[in-house]
């Protein structure tokens, strides 16, 4: 694995299976791991807050999610050997986890979502554990509680739906506090994975139009997706050497 930044954000060029065993190492490890999944998003929003790009730079697992972080990369001669969108990553943690008996929580997320999207992957894959679920709040006043929900479930692997920044920011506290040996921030996998929110086809999905799908079915998110052209423009400018 060679990491490289964009944008000064981490990458790891690792393909779906590859990131899978990472994961399982570091279970066997048990050292606590920040996994993160990256995507033009988050990467301009760490360009303007230099406090959330230090946690990201931090990451021991850094995943390209994300067409447009394909493209950057290869457009910027680091070509990835494959994207690793969350809610694919999630499912197949989830079936690895399944074979081999690990223990999941599921930190955040709308009113049973946690528990819908438990139920679908373990309709899907048999032998998954969802060790618990836990609504809790990103707010420091909640930590203590929440982490202790982590580490009394005995969990392995903690994925939090909190929303990008928060996520990040509640791993970089607590993940050794809480007992999992690997934390994620998954965004709005859980929500894809449970069934109330749909995914894009499969066709749009090939051709790296997740975005497009998701903002004509959610247009207030036409603010955050001013990131998009604003990080092209400056992938562009670094590929010719701009500052």
């Keep these: 694995m060679t990491r490289f930044t964009l944008l000064g954000v981490p990458i790891d060029p690792l393909t779906e299976d590859e990131a899978v065993d990472w994961v399982a190492r570091a279970i066997l490890e048990g050292r606590p791991r920040v996994v993160i999944s990256v995507n033009p998003e988050r990467i301009m929003h760490a360009r303007r807050d230099p406090a959330f790009g230090a946690v990201l730079g931090r990451a021991d697992l850094a995943l390209a999610d994300g067409a447009g972080v394909s493209w950057a990369a290869r457009r910027l001669g680091h070509p990835l050997p494959q994207r690793v969108p969350g809610v694919d990553f999630v499912r197949a943690l989830a079936a690895r986890g399944a074979a081999e008996g690990w223990r999941f929580f ?3 997320g709308g009113p049973g979502v946690a528990e819908a999207a438990g139920g679908a992957l373990k309709a899907a894959y048999p032998g998954f554990i969802l060790a618990g679920t836990h609504a809790g709040s990103p707010d420091l006043s909640n930590d203590a509680s929440t982490t202790e929900a982590v580490r009394s479930s005995g969990a392995q692997v903690l994925l939090l739906a909190y929303g990008a920044a928060a ?15 690997v934390g994620m921030g998954v965004g709005g996998a859980l929500d894809f994975i449970s069934g109330r929110v749909r995914r894009a086809p499969p066709w749009m999905r090939a051709r ?5 799908h998701r903002l004509a079915r959610e247009p207030w998110r036409w603010r955050r997706m001013l990131a998009l052209p604003r990080f092209v423009i400056r992938v ?8």
């Design 106 to 108: 599921f930190l955040g």
């Design 167 to 181: 996520e990040e920011a509640w791993l970089a506290r607590n993940l050794g506090r809480s007992g999992a040996a």
């Design 208 to 212: 790296g139009l997740e975005w497009l």
């Design 236 to 243: 562009v400018r670094e590929g010719k050497g701009g500052s």
